[in-house]
């Protein structure tokens, strides 16, 4: 086991803490704090894999993983807060099933189906507007969550259209 993939498996540890505070604590202050924790370790864990030569196809498969059982957890725990509206989590988990689907069924095809730009930003986009919730900066936390689901539903039609092949 790599450091980057250490660090990964550091960050899904973070989540039962994270979901702890937002569901049993009400404690957002602290949810926030290791929120912002695990989502560092996504950058680093990554920094570190180029860096030291030490990508993985383990590393490859936990980080995307780990990446949604973060922002998961922490999407439900906005939504018992009311802070999010469910059916707008069921878009993002909808999308994620889906693209996790499609790149299964291009990896069996022997096509690399990469992270787009949009997925990335989408990404980045989700984790901030959770930040800026879980922070009680509003309307700053609304604006951006809904622009996240824009973009979430933006990057999941272009890679339905990127694998328009294998499901057609």
């Excluded at 930003?121 to 009680?136: F, P, S």
Aim: net charge positive.
């Amino acid at each position: 086991m790599n450091l980057p993939n250490l660090i990964t498996l550091l960050r899904l540890g973070i989540v039962p803490g994270l979901v702890y505070f937002l569901e049993v604590t009400g404690g957002n202050r602290i949810a926030l704090v290791l929120f912002l924790i695990a989502s560092m370790t996504d950058w680093v864990d990554g920094y570190l894999a180029r860096k030291l030569n030490q990508t993985t196809a383990l590393g490859a498969l936990l980080d995307p993983l780990v990446d949604k059982v973060l922002v998961t957890a922490a999407l439900l725990g906005l939504v018992a807060q009311d802070l999010v509206p469910a059916w707008s989590v069921t878009l993002v988990l909808t999308r994620e099933f889906l693209i996790t689907g499609l790149r299964t069924a291009a990896m069996s095809a022997n096509i690399l189906l990469a992270a787009s730009w949009t997925g990335k930003t989408k990404t980045v986009l989700q984790m901030t507007a959770i930040a800026l919730l879980l922070a009680g900066i509003q309307p700053y936390g609304t604006y951006a969550w809904w622009a996240a689901i824009v973009l979430t539903a933006y990057s999941g039609i272009e890679y339905l259209w990127q694998t328009r092949r294998l499901w057609v």
